[in-house]
């Protein structure tokens, strides 16, 4: 069936580095995606989002791309920073409506 | 606003017993949204309601799950009987409209263990 993956479960940086954190979503009926964040003990945090007439939406220190042709999306963060570890999750919307499925999410883990 | 507000934080039970989790979601949302989410099968939907009434629950895994929103400041998710396979962090999330680039605001979950 239709899904939303991630391709690395877990993803190391050192602090200052830039992460890239990748999601690969099949349903093509997709127009609306969604990165969120979930540190521990806490629900996800909405991060930046993107319709899919744009390829690129930048916020502050984050950057999500988008890849109709392959169905691919990826975050990226600029300078990260120990606050910046948690899971990240991407979400789509399958095409309207308003239910949004999650990707199995992505640890990220930034060394000192 | 003080967010989306779940409880309680944690509960623990006993297999064969009721559990209800409850959530107000933020003021002037129009749309509620219960997940779970488990190490096995990530955050999946179970069940979300528009201005109180239940649109989809095709997510709601069995009978024992349901759910209600009497008013448009709460919801209650209701598990009856608790097996020990339920336990898990439920969350309940609002926003005003996905279609219109409206984002989920999730609460802080429940974690539910059945022993």
């Known amino acids: 069936g239709e899904s939303v993956g991630l391709h690395l479960p877990t993803l190391s940086v050192q602090e200052g580095d830039n992460s890239i954190i990748n999601c690969a979503y099949s349903n093509s009926a997709s127009d609306y995606f969604i990165w969120y964040k979930q540190e521990s003990g806490k629900g996800p945090q909405f991060i930046i989002d993107?319709?899919?007439?744009?390829d690129k939406r930048q916020g502050q220190r984050v950057t999500v791309l988008l890849n109709k042709t392959v169905k691919h999306l990826s975050l990226q963060i600029a300078a990260t920073q120990p606050g910046d570890s948690a899971v990240y999750f991407c979400a789509e919307n399958g095409g309207g409506g308003n239910k949004l499925t999650f990707g199995t999410g992505t640890q990220l883990k930034v060394e000192l | 606003d003080a967010g989306v507000i779940q409880s309680p934080r944690h509960e623990v039970t006993e297999m064969g017993q009721e559990v209800t989790l409850r959530c107000k979601p933020i003021s002037g949302h129009d749309y509620l949204f219960w997940y779970r989410q488990t190490m096995m099968r990530g955050l999946e939907l179970l069940i979300y309601?528009?201005?109180?009434?239940?649109?989809?629950d095709s997510g709601m895994p069995e009978d024992r799950f349901s759910a209600k929103m009497p008013n448009a400041s709460f919801s209650t998710l209701k598990i009856q009987p608790s097996e020990p396979r339920d336990s898990a962090v439920y969350f309940c999330?609002?926003?005003?409209?996905?279609?219109?680039?409206?984002?989920?605001?999730f609460g802080s979950g429940t974690q539910l263990s059945v022993l």
């Open positions: 993107i319709r899919s007439n744009m």
């Open positions: 309601f528009n201005n109180n009434v239940p649109i989809d």
């Open positions: 999330a609002s926003s005003s409209d996905i279609a219109t680039n409206e984002k989920l605001f």
